[in-house]
């Protein structure tokens, strides 16, 4: 208890929560340590004696609803949880909102060696990983997204103009660990992971080095490990407004129906993936392939593929200069 009151005044928001390998547990207040002192006067107690096992909580779903709870709940704050009651993060009387820090740290494999030809003239210059969106290139933002849920080692695969690569990262101040991997012959956005053999012996996160997913990164890897997938592959939708009116026609030539202007939703690779280590080990040396072969290879032999649906608005994509500039837009 003495503990916990430490930690009270340490943060100075009322109330701790107790969790279990992230889980939510219980709660304990300062009202409830007050009560206990006033009504034990026991110094010595544990918070299992004091704490509150049935806390008031709100799922990630009804996160819009948060303020009118801790009305309705007359609590300081209200944690956020997942359907596994995984503390996502903890929202206050003030707005404010405090996420949990996550702990993913799974290694991150970035494909970083391809020439970019869609950016040219951009990557006449600079290879595409240092296409700088707002002050620093997009690798950077990539890595920082990934560090940001807790992951500290990361694998790039170099190519083109690799040196400039290697001298950037040399350079910045950072708390985590890059290993480059030197990809002396073009070998795909699949064939590369050949060269890590002996380095990556867990489930890792494969990523393309020109997007970036505004999602929780741990709920996509828990998903996959809960799912028991070889590979899962982030797929986001897109919808696609079709211009003109479009007319189908009928096996005698006839018209079947016509649609003014229809809206075409489909999902779509975002060239994210969490994988196992298997698949490193069972690649071919030396042998140009892309990944979603790989996985086609894989599917076909009746491995467990998944996918993991994401918004419209959570795949950010500079594989085009138009998608470059909207992305620069909304990092910045």
């Known amino acids: 208890m ?27 207040t300062d009202g409830d340590v007050r009560r206990w002192i006033l009504k034990k006067g026991n110094l010595d107690a544990k918070v299992k004696c004091i704490a509150n096992y049935n806390p008031k909580f709100a799922y990630e779903k009804d996160r819009d609803k948060a303020k009118d709870l801790l009305k309705q709940y007359s609590v300081e704050a209200l944690p956020i949880v997942d359907i596994e009651m995984h503390i ?13 820090k996550s702990k993913l740290n799974v290694p991150v494999v970035i494909m970083a060696g391809g020439l970019g030809t869609r950016l040219y003239p951009y990557t006449k210059i600079l290879p595409k990983p240092l296409i700088p969106i707002g002050e620093i290139p997009i690798a950077e933002h990539i890595i920082n997204r990934f560090h940001t849920f807790g992951c500290n080692n990361f694998f790039l695969i ?31 956005t699949g064939g590369g992971l050949s060269l890590l053999k002996g380095k990556i012996d867990t489930s890792f996160i494969l990523s393309n080095c020109d997007i970036i997913i505004d999602e929780d990164y741990e709920k996509i890897y828990r998903f996959h490990k809960k799912e ?72 076909k032999t009746s491995e467990k593929i998944g996918v993991y649906p994401i918004g419209e608005n959570a795949w950010m994509d500079m594989g085009q200069l138009d998608e470059m500039e909207e992305m620069r837009k909304r990092l910045e």
């Open 2 to 28: 003495l503990e916990a009151m430490e930690l009270l005044d340490k943060v100075a928001k009322k109330v701790l929560f107790v969790a279990k390998e992230g889980k939510l547990i219980a709660a304990i």
């Open 228 to 299: 028991k997938n070889l590979i899962t592959m982030v797929c986001s939708l897109k919808s696609i407004k079709i211009p003109y009116g479009v007319i189908d026609i009928s096996e005698n030539g006839e018209i079947e129906s016509m649609k003014e202007k229809p809206e075409i939703s489909f999902f779509t690779n975002t060239g994210v993936y969490v994988v196992e280590s298997k698949v490193i080990e069972e690649l071919e040396e030396n042998t140009e392939i892309g990944f979603p072969d790989i996985i086609e290879r894989y599917r």
């Open 158 to 188: 170099v190519n083109h103009k690799k040196n400039m690569i290697k001298a950037y990262f040399n350079e910045i101040e950072k708390d985590y660990a890059i290993n480059y991997i030197d990809e002396n012959i073009p070998l795909g």
């Open 88 to 100: 996502i993060s903890v929202i206050f009387w003030n707005d404010k909102e405090i996420r949990n």
